[in-house]
């Protein structure tokens, strides 16, 4: 049983503890917080966790709101086998060096840069890369959803260029500071975004270009795939690929499932926690190949996609289990994923 712990209890902070609550290899030994609010209390009252605080000057402001706490990030860490770091982009750096010190090994965000850990993760595209390394980085919302996808079809078609447009929610739903709420917004206004670059960090060889815009939604994110594929592949062909795969969904338009907010609507039909869904759901009537070019949509929830994948990858660092399917069957199990 593996110790871990979950710097930063946020979005995905709090998702991949009861994931890892979910498993019967794992456990958690902590979590933290920088403040007192719902979610610190919740940790402590209604999942049980040990809370740990990461600014240890607002220690009494844990004690003013009656939040016990167990100590410090740097306590939390020394009781840890891994450390699951889910605080925003950009404090990974001068977390890595508090992680070297205590000879504890640590997952990232995509948030973070890839040069970070010169390592980055997805469950199928490249588990044996971060297989027993110290650091690696799990690949953002977007890129995950991306590589699920094009991984999976990529022993089917042979893939030459790949072509998407990121349609991305303006924010999470608890986001009451970010925008736009009246605007689409090229975000960035230059070609390529960053998501191209960030899929070739875990699917060696991808020649892909991507462009993104914001949009006033906080739900999902969608994304609009066109593939220069080099071999003659069928909508069938491609449709049966993507229907075998776990953590990828066919929805159908037909069905009412026509927009993110029916396929969230359904999300909460499933009865998981907080309503998540960790699948990509591909829409059947967008497939289809055109002159030897394959097109399809899908969306992405991007509170829950990556949480499985932080699963795998405690395993992968850990040596755990050397056969990615043999983990990601294990936690598809332990969290009810398709
Ligand atoms: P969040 O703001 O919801 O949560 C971050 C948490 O970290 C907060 O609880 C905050 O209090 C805590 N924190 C801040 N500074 C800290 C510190 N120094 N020590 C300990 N805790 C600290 O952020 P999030 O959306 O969960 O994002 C976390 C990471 O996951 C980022 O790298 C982000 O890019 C990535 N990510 C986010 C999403 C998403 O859509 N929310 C999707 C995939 C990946």
Redesign the pocket.
């Known amino acids: 049983m593996k110790s871990v712990a979950i710097?930063?209890?946020?979005?995905?902070?709090k998702r991949v503890a009861d994931a890892v609550a979910a498993q019967n290899d794992m456990k958690v030994i902590g979590v933290?917080?920088?403040?007192p609010n719902f979610?610190a209390r919740n940790a402590v009252k209604e999942k049980g966790y040990d809370l740990y605080i990461?600014?240890p000057e607002r220690e009494n402001q844990f004690k003013e709101a009656g939040i016990e706490v167990a100590g410090t990030?740097e306590d939390m860490i020394q009781e840890a086998d891994i450390v699951v770091d889910?605080?925003?982009?950009t404090?990974g750096p001068q977390?890595l060096e508090m992680y070297k010190k205590a000879g504890v090994k640590a997952i990232?965000?995509?948030?973070?840069d890839h040069d970070l850990t010169g390592l980055s993760f997805n469950s199928f595209a490249n588990y044996d890369k971060s297989y027993g390394a110290d650091y690696t980085r799990v690949v953002?919302?977007n890129t995950t959803g991306l590589t699920r996808t094009l991984y999976t079809l990529n022993p089917l078609i042979d893939i030459k260029k790949v072509r998407s447009v990121m349609v991305r929610r303006g924010s999470?739903p608890n986001g009451v500071k970010k925008g736009p709420i009246n605007a689409i917004v090229p975000n960035p206004p230059k070609v390529p975004s960053h998501h191209g670059p960030d899929v070739a960090t875990v699917f060696d060889g991808i020649n892909i270009t991507t462009m993104a815009l914001l949009v006033p939604t906080t739900l999902m994110h969608q994304h609009n795939l066109m593939v220069e594929i080099g071999n003659d592949v069928s909508k069938d062909d491609v449709l049966d690929v993507l229907e075998k795969r776990s953590r990828v969904m066919i929805v159908k338009a037909s069905e009412g499932l026509g927009s993110t907010a029916e396929i969230m609507e359904y999300a909460k039909e499933l009865g998981r926690s907080r309503s998540d869904l960790y699948e990509i759901p591909v829409w059947e009537e967008s497939i289809n190949v055109v002159d030897n070019e394959l097109f399809y949509m899908q969306a992405v929830h991007?509170?829950s996609d990556?949480v499985p994948e932080n699963i795998d990858a405690i395993r992968a660092l850990l040596e755990m289990e050397s056969d990615n399917e043999k983990s990601i069957a294990k936690t598809n199990k332990a969290m009810g994923i398709f």
């Open positions: 710097n930063g209890y946020g979005t995905i902070g933290s917080k920088t403040r979610e990461g600014i990030v889910c605080t925003p982009g404090i977390n990232y965000q995509g948030g973070e953002s919302c999470d991007q509170e990556v």
